[in-house]
């Protein structure tokens, strides 16, 4: 597991900007339930982004990461990924729902058209909002969402950049993962990870790094010696600079991808 249910993100200075925030409820382009929290900048003046949770779907920690870009000038959609299994109503499941044993259902139940088709409505609302066609979208992964983010550096979501944390790059119960799909991923990856996660060897970073390199991918590879996976969280004292440098790549790398023409 990556966050507990109370886990919240680490702040990153001070907001540029006010900020207003509500649920959503959209609709996949299969025709599923989308349960969906976005937060939209007053004055917006960066990428607008896909936030992909990990595991156990949408949750505080998303929600709260969706203010704090936000609060940066970038317009901001988390989505869970469980409508179809569970219902999109995530705010009453119950608290157990959480746990490894009674997410496994739903995540084995889970498939790439219906990820994509999530994927894809929630891209499409990013892109309807006011002043979008001035503006990028970007994606921003944890954990599995990590390496969803990867994913959707693949040319068809037409994205202006991808960032992962911790997402496994490697193929992954006889699914191929973003080293298999590297000459496929287009879009630039800023890939993040914790030098002392023991599920992502550094071989395995290093390998997922040579297949960008090898396609031709811009990409940056950033591992944080001693780190542990899940590091980016408020509170995580240890890492607190290790904190303080994801935000400042996350910020850097989304508006050096960012085409602003207003």
């Given at each position: 597991m990556c966050y507990d249910a109370d886990a919240l993100p680490p702040f990153y200075g001070s907001p540029l900007t006010a900020v207003s925030s509500a649920d959503l409820l959209l609709t996949a382009t299969d025709g599923a339930p989308l349960a969906a929290f976005r937060s939209l900048p007053d004055e917006p003046t960066g990428p607008a982004v896909l936030v992909l949770p990990d595991n156990r779907g949408l949750s505080s920690f998303y929600e709260e990461l969706t203010k704090r870009l936000a609060e940066q000038g970038m317009p901001a959609v988390a989505i869970d990924y469980f409508g179809r299994t569970a219902g999109p109503d995530h705010r009453n499941r119950p608290a157990e729902f959480g746990e490894l044993s009674k997410l496994m259902p739903h995540l084995g139940a889970l498939t790439r058209d219906e990820l994509y088709a999530d994927f894809d409505a929630a891209l499409a609302h990013l892109r309807a909002l006011p002043r979008a066609q001035h503006r990028s979208v970007i994606s921003l992964g944890f954990c599995m969402g990590g390496r969803f983010a990867f994913l959707t550096a693949h040319h068809r979501f037409t994205l202006s950049a991808a960032i992962g944390l911790y997402g496994f790059?490697?193929?992954?119960?006889?699914?191929?993962?973003?080293?298999?799909?590297?000459?496929?991923?287009?879009?630039?990856?800023?890939?993040?990870?914790?030098?002392?996660?023991?599920?992502?060897?550094?071989?395995?970073?290093?390998?997922?790094?040579?297949?960008?390199?090898?396609?031709?991918?811009?990409?940056?590879?950033?591992?944080?010696?001693?780190?542990?996976?899940?590091?980016?969280?408020?509170?995580?004292?240890?890492?607190?600079?290790?904190?303080?440098?994801?935000?400042?790549?996350?910020?850097?790398?989304?508006?050096?991808?960012?085409?602003?023409?207003?």
């Open positions: 790059p490697d193929a992954l119960r006889g699914a191929p993962g973003p080293i298999q799909l590297a000459p496929e991923l287009t879009a630039p990856i800023l890939g993040l990870f914790a030098g002392a996660d023991d599920g992502i060897p550094a071989s395995m970073v290093a390998a997922f790094d040579e297949k960008l390199a090898a396609a031709g991918n811009q990409r940056e590879i950033i591992t944080y010696p001693g780190a542990t996976h899940g590091f980016f969280e408020a509170g995580s004292g240890a890492f607190e600079h290790e904190c303080a440098d994801v935000w400042r790549r996350i910020l850097d790398f989304a508006r050096k991808h960012t085409n602003l023409d207003d």
